[in-house]
């Protein structure tokens, strides 16, 4: 199994409703979890970053973590055609010095 | 702003050549990282380092070295590279542990085609 997982999708999502993403992860230990944007051709770049149980809001953005169930999850509202990208959930390994990648999921907003 | 450059966006090798990538950062970060991206596979670490001449295997460090002889230098080394190796790599650094919110700052990536 791997330590973190996504669906890959795609996903599309019509301008101006909620996306969600998901990823699940297998470590029990972890305890905090990112989540980074990949637009085309571009190097990852961190949107959210969340280690308690609940929601963290950030604009129009949403990481849910529930740690029973092992998942994490981003919420974007008010989607934007410049949301369309991969986003990648990623969450540290190895004494927290390392960070490890799930696979992304590619997000297309329809206009 | 941080900047981790890497030198060559682009690069053409033959197999079995010995292929050096190089990457720089500018804001005295302990740790630093390489990552290799392929479709459907997502990011996958082949060797980070915590400090000057330390260094760690990630998940994929087959086929590969890496060199920290300096805090801002990190070197991945393709001793004898093969078709399999072909892929986007990835440098990246970070100041910190990364549980306590630190981020990754990523190069924009050399994009290494072996034929």
């Known amino acids: 199994q791997k330590e973190v997982e996504q669906n890959s999708g795609p996903l599309s999502v019509p301008e101006g409703a909620i996306a969600s993403l998901n990823c699940t992860y297998s470590?029990?230990?972890?305890?905090?979890f990112f989540w980074y944007r990949q637009y085309s051709g571009k190097s990852p770049e961190l949107i959210m970053f969340i280690y308690s149980n609940g929601d963290k809001e950030d604009g129009r953005f949403t990481a849910q973590l529930n740690k029973a169930s092992q998942y994490v999850s981003l919420l974007i509202r008010d989607s934007q055609p410049s949301d369309s990208a991969t986003y990648l959930c990623?969450?540290?390994?190895?004494?927290?010095?390392?960070?490890?990648f799930g696979t992304g999921t590619r997000l297309t907003i329809i206009p | 702003d941080v900047k981790v450059t890497q030198s060559s966006r682009y690069l053409v090798k033959r197999t079995g050549e010995k292929v050096f990538l190089e990457c720089v950062q500018d804001?005295?970060?302990?740790?630093m990282f390489w990552y290799r991206q392929d479709p459907g596979l997502g990011l996958r670490l082949i060797y980070f380092?915590?400090?000057?001449?330390?260094?760690e295997k990630g998940d994929i460090p087959e086929g590969y070295s890496v060199s920290r002889e300096k805090k801002e230098r990190f070197s991945l080394i393709l001793e004898s590279a093969s078709t399999n190796q072909t892929s986007m790599y990835l440098c990246?650094?970070?100041?910190?542990?990364?549980?306590?919110?630190?981020?990754?700052?990523f190069g924009s990536g050399t994009q290494l085609s072996v034929l």
């Open positions: 804001m005295d970060h302990e740790n």
């Open positions: 470590d029990r230990g972890s305890q905090s």
């Open positions: 990623a969450a540290p390994q190895f004494g927290n010095e390392k960070l490890t």
């Open positions: 990246a650094s970070s100041p910190g542990i990364l549980a306590t919110n630190e981020k990754l700052f």
């Open positions: 380092s915590y400090d000057v001449k330390m260094k």
